[in-house]
């Protein structure tokens, strides 16, 4: 398999919520065409930590970004690196922690929010600083780097989720409003992707519990959900729970290249 691969991660939007109204995602996953799990995060379940577990396959206490005011460059291989590293091209239309997780800490907007270099870890990058972004404007950005750039990994990460959960709750009308408005975005960006022959993974940083909250180890805050739509996935609902340190070698295999050794979960597909 050597299929470039376009990872959604929706910062913020909880197992339950996501399945109960992402409905173009589950309408996928209940016709075959995706396959969905429940994925548990790993610890602390904060955005930080977890955009480099998700990209790393490595748990906090190993990779060190242990929390959000870490801020500092990674220290592991990730998908970004691996790819680069095997002459793929890189993309991410994503917030700037991810420009200081991989190109450089600490940010500098002026030299920063727009990459092109294939010198850099993540060659093409449009980040924002404003965790107001619209979710509709970062879903565009990131379809115009795929038409412009085509990278083989491309990372769509909207904020709008967790910023409105930290609003008004993970139980609240304008939170579930929120994940009902990524549905649509997925419904109109994600057929276009599969035509230009991308994989489509779609998951989540972490929860949100009804105070607006997240960072523990209860389920509301640790369980998301997982959708895989690619070329030879079988599609369905899987009733197992997985772990998130299963993204990062579940998106290498997609895309033909080996995990390395610091990758120790099997890829899900
Ligand atoms: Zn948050």
Sequence with gaps: MTRPVVLVLIDGLGYETAIQRLGYM????????????????????????????????VAPHEHGITSNDTVRLSSQPSVFSVARAAGRKTGAAAYYWFSELYNRAPFKALHDI???DPGQIIQHGRFYQHSDFPDSELFHR??????RFRPDFLLVHPMGADTTGHRFGGRSKQY?????QIDNQLAAHLPRWREAGYDVMVTADHGMDEHGNHGGSV???????????????????????????????????????????SMKARPLT
């Design 26 to 57: 589950e309408g996928l996953a209940a016709a075959g065409v995706a396959r969905r799990w429940r994925m548990r995060t790993e610890l602390p379940s904060l955005s930080r930590p977890l955009y480099e577990t998700v990209h790393t396959g």
């Design 114 to 116: 727009e990459i092109d």
């Design 219 to 261: 389920d509301i805050h640790c369980l998301v959900p997982f959708y895989h739509v690619g070329a030879g996935v079988k599609g369905g609902i899987v009733p197992d729970e997985v772990s998130q340190t299963s993204v990062a070698p579940t998106v290498l295999n997609a895309m033909g290249l080996a995990p390395p050794a």
């Design 176 to 180: 579930e409003t929120v994940a009902l």
């Design 142 to 147: 990131a379809a115009l780097l795929a038409d």
